[in-house]
């Protein structure tokens, strides 16, 4: 999503629109281009999908399968490059159901409105079918813990002013998640309405600020450390999306041989077969970038760090489980952590220099000084050559042979080899689970490929139904959800959603009959192993018969094939899905034993532990 631009100062003529407050929200979803809503409709939203159904159809109202998986379609369709992604429910349960797929919205930084009914204000308080107000249930205070703003629009007095508002905390830098429950008399009111205040820039700003001395501090800083790095954040992802700044940001760079890695939110933002790319640090990360840091207290320890949109959270500073918010992170020399969230800076870690500014105009400030400062060539030198050296001489992944392998069943390595291999544009998805372990240790991301994940909340069933979002959003690029067998069977009615909407989104499932993170967690967490395998099993589903019952065209990769005959599977469903706008599903029964690299440790059981009776 990119930031409204108003095209002249010049103020526009004012009409007044009279109509209803059903209306005024639908009209103001328009200016701010909102081409879909996602949902399931209800009683308590009946005059907004009246006018959804009679109006002039510029709006096209998807009907989901669950709400929680409306809001993650909402999301996926942001984060292609949609815009606003919008949710419409009904009250009640209708509103609870979508309140993880908001919570998910809130943090990953994805623009989110998120629309609930509500009963008529004047039965609040007295038993109404599905209240959500006055009663035990209050699906205001429930959104306002979980989203950026949420407003009830008590009155067609208040309604542009609230509506406004909730537009103005999703759509604006950092982008979030909000909510409004509109009762439906409320709804059908009639209001009157000054068109001029519909146009976005009347109401939200554009945010490109930045402190330009304190970069240029940084930058200087940089410049002349012996191991300089920078850290980029999903909170760079809206600035590096823009093709000119991420070609500025890459001269820079190169001219000073700064290496860069991401957060696993944020990988391949960066191109990560670039030569100073260490690719994604945390979890399951590329084993470039410990390599090149060092270890906190040594002489090889690196000396200056420009953290760039990160909150430094678990997954992002925790290379291996058993060592979080690595130490080794903390440079023996300056530290520079950049956010738009003042909330974020320092938190996690001890800096030198905070500055709270928008990360595109930071990267633009930060190009524009590098133009005018000499380079270090004795330096710059020496930092081509250790980061050359470094590569040469240590492969990115925990399991170079595992990676390489057409054995079978495959090997769930090789399986991200193959989709790499035939994905080099588009969108990847990443449900939670094992998937996240997998691909970031072995997916090479660059752009225009995009790798979306959401490992701030981890939900599984994001990646399944995300994907029809952002093919509909993108429906002439390839979008591709990877998500285990669990997650799958959470959100995989959404299949359905696809196929009646003519979508041809991909899904490769890991076919493990298992929560296998869980299972191999447990194993390794607290031994012996044996006691784990089988506890968690799922029951062994007919993944294909499941997915074409909804729509689907499915295939599987047995037990007996290896990479070779996944590959050939993966490759169809691209071409079928492109061809035919149908949904494809491809179900890989998948090698059990490798395990991705987390790190766990073992676990030491309380000293007042027993053990149970019979054991």
């Known amino acids: 999503m990119h930031q409204n631009q108003s095209s002249t100062g010049a103020s526009p003529a004012t009409t007044t629109l009279n109509c209803t407050v059903a209306r005024l929200l ?8 909102v081409r879909k809503i996602f949902g399931i409709p209800g009683g308590a939203a009946v005059w907004l999908m009246d006018e959804l159904r009679h109006g002039d159809h510029l709006i096209d109202y ?14 996926g369709w942001a984060r292609a490059g949609g815009g606003l992604g919008v949710v419409l429910t009904t009250s009640g349960p209708g509103a609870t159901n979508a309140v993880t797929g908001a919570m998910n919205a809130q943090a990953g930084h994805s623009p989110v409105l998120i629309i609930t009914g509500e009963v008529p204000e004047p039965y609040f308080g007295r038993g109404y079918l599905q209240e959500g107000t006055d009663a035990k249930l209050d699906v205001n205070v429930i959104f306002r813990n979980a989203v950026q703003s949420s407003s009830l629009i008590s009155s067609p007095l208040n309604a542009q002013t609230l509506l406004q508002q909730a537009l103005r905390d999703a759509c604006s830098l950092p982008y979030r998640a909000a909510h409004i429950s509109l009762p439906n008399d409320v ?17 939200r700003p554009q945010t490109a600020c930045t402190d330009t001395a304190a970069v240029g501090q940084t930058l200087h800083e940089l410049v002349h450390a012996r191991q300089p790095l920078i850290f980029m954040g999903n909170g760079s992802r809206e600035a590096l999306g823009d093709p000119e700044r991420l070609r500025a940001f890459t001269e820079m760079v190169e001219r000073f041989a700064i290496p860069v890695m991401t957060t696993p939110d944020a990988k391949g933002i960066f191109p990560e077969t670039h030569p100073l790319s260490l690719r994604n640090y945390g979890i399951c990360g590329c084993a470039w970038a410990p390599i090149y840091m060092g270890h906190s207290g040594q002489p090889d320890h690196y000396d200056a760090l420009l953290v760039l949109g990160s909150s430094l959270g678990e997954l992002s500073t925790s290379v291996v489980a058993s060592e979080l918010y690595s130490g080794d992170l903390c440079p023996s020399g300056p530290f520079t952590q950049v956010d738009l969230d003042s909330g974020m800076i320092g938190r996690d870690f001890p800096i030198t220099r905070g500055i709270v500014a928008e990360v595109g105009a930071t990267i633009e400030s930060l190009c524009h000084q590098a133009r005018h400062l000499p380079v270090p060539h004795e330096r710059v030198e020496q930092r081509r050559q250790r980061i050359a050296q470094i590569k040469a001489s240590h492969a990115p992944e925990s399991d170079p042979a595992g990676r390489a392998s057409d054995a079978a069943p495959v090997h769930p390595a090789a399986l991200m080899r193959v989709i790499n291999e035939q994905m080099q544009d588009g969108q990847i998805f990443i449900d939670a689970g094992n998937c996240v372990g997998w691909s970031l240790n072995n997916l090479v991301i660059d752009p225009p490929l995009r790798y979306q994940s959401a490992l701030a909340m981890g939900p599984m069933g994001f990646g399944v139904a995300a994907v029809v979002g952002a093919k509909m959003a993108a429906p002439d690029r390839p ?6 067998d ?15 909407n003519r979508v041809g989104a991909v899904w490769v499932v890991l076919d493990d009959n298992d929560l296998g993170m869980v299972s191999q967690g447990m194993a390794q967490l607290l031994p012996p192993a044996q006691e784990w395998d089988g506890y968690y099993q799922l029951g062994r589903p007919d993944l294909v018969k499941f997915s074409e019952g909804l729509g689907a065209r499915a295939t599987a990769v047995s037990h007996e094939q290896g990479s070779d005959a996944a590959a050939q599977a993966i490759a169809d469903a691209l071409a079928c899905a492109q061809a035919t706008s149908q949904p494809q599903v491809v179900v890989v029964h998948i090698d059990t034993r490798p395990a991705p690299p987390y790190g766990w440790p073992r676990l030491t059981p309380p000293s007042c532990a027993t053990p149970p009776a019979g054991a």
Do not use: N, W
């Open 479 to 484: 979008c591709l959800a990877i998500v285990g």
């Open 187 to 203: 709804a059908g009111s009639c209001v009157q309405v000054d068109t001029a205040r519909l146009r976005p820039a009347s109401y």
């Open 26 to 33: 639908i009209e103001s979803l328009k200016a701010e281009g």
């Open 62 to 75: 998807v009907i989901c399968r669950h709400e929680s998986g409306a809001a993650y379609m909402a999301d």
């Open 486 to 500: 669990g997650a799958f069977m959470m959100h995989g009615a959404e299949i359905s959603t696809a196929a009646r």
